[in-house]
């Protein structure tokens, strides 16, 4: 009898932990007919699952009308957003006919973030082979006033190494250069 009780508890427990990975997540179509002509995905992770605890708490996937990939909305837990200051991520992607490029991503960084380091938003662009092509770095007006810089230009050659920064003003006006 004991044996059978011990059985039936642990047989409990396992479906008990079981259903708290099978929710950690949940799913919904939020649009069949989106800006790329394909259906809108939003997944939204709880804590206990592994998207979670890699600090992601809801990704928003963007398909084109033949289910491909177009565009990827990631949003961070308050835990992430502090170590890296990023509280969202877009992903932007072209669809070749052999394979899916990534073309473009855009980092937005916290409130936190931006009241130290200036910088508000990141945007990536990236070459065929994937690495990176050129960075832009937009500075918030409080400290384009006392900093003077509003944005910063990375360019990189084919390999992903940088070879140019340059440094605007609010005006869009070039205030330093620097070759690398």
């Given at each position: 009898?004991?044996?059978?009780?011990?059985?039936?508890?642990?047989?409990?427990?396992?479906?008990?932990?079981?259903?708290?990975?099978?929710?950690?997540?949940?799913?919904?179509?939020?649009?069949?007919?989106?800006?790329?002509?394909?259906?809108?995905?939003?997944?939204?992770?709880?804590?206990?699952?592994?998207?979670?605890?890699?600090?992601?708490?809801?990704?928003?996937?963007?398909?084109?009308?033949?289910?491909?990939?177009?565009?990827?909305?990631?949003?961070?837990?308050?835990?992430?957003?502090?170590?890296?200051?990023?509280?969202?991520?877009?992903?932007?992607?072209?669809?070749?006919?052999?394979?899916?490029?990534?073309?473009?991503?855009?980092?937005?960084y916290t409130d936190a973030y931006s009241s130290y380091n200036g910088m508000y938003k990141c945007e990536e662009k990236y070459h065929?082979?994937?690495?990176?092509?050129?960075?832009?770095?937009?500075?918030?007006?409080?400290?384009?006033?006392?900093?003077?810089?509003?944005?910063?230009?990375?360019?990189?050659?084919?390999?992903?190494?940088?070879?140019?920064?340059?440094?605007?003003?609010?005006?869009?006006?070039?205030?330093?250069?620097?070759?690398?």
């Open positions: 009898m004991n044996r059978i009780r011990r059985l039936a508890i642990g047989c409990v427990l396992i479906w008990l932990f079981s259903l708290s990975y099978t929710f950690a997540s949940e799913e919904r179509i939020t649009s069949q007919n989106n800006e790329f002509g394909g259906k809108t995905e939003e997944t939204t992770y709880k804590k206990g699952s592994s998207r979670y605890e890699e600090g992601i708490y809801k990704i928003i996937e963007f398909y084109d009308a033949n289910g491909k990939i177009r565009e990827i909305e990631s949003y961070y837990t308050d835990e992430r957003s502090k170590k890296d200051g990023v509280k969202k991520r877009e992903q932007y992607y072209f669809q070749s006919r052999t394979k899916t490029l990534l073309t473009k991503a855009e980092f937005y065929e082979n994937g690495n990176k092509k050129v960075s832009e770095f937009f500075y918030t007006d409080k400290w384009a006033k006392t900093h003077v810089v509003s944005k910063m230009i990375i360019d990189y050659d084919s390999k992903g190494l940088e070879k140019k920064r340059t440094h605007y003003d609010s005006k869009g006006k070039i205030i330093s250069q620097e070759e690398r």
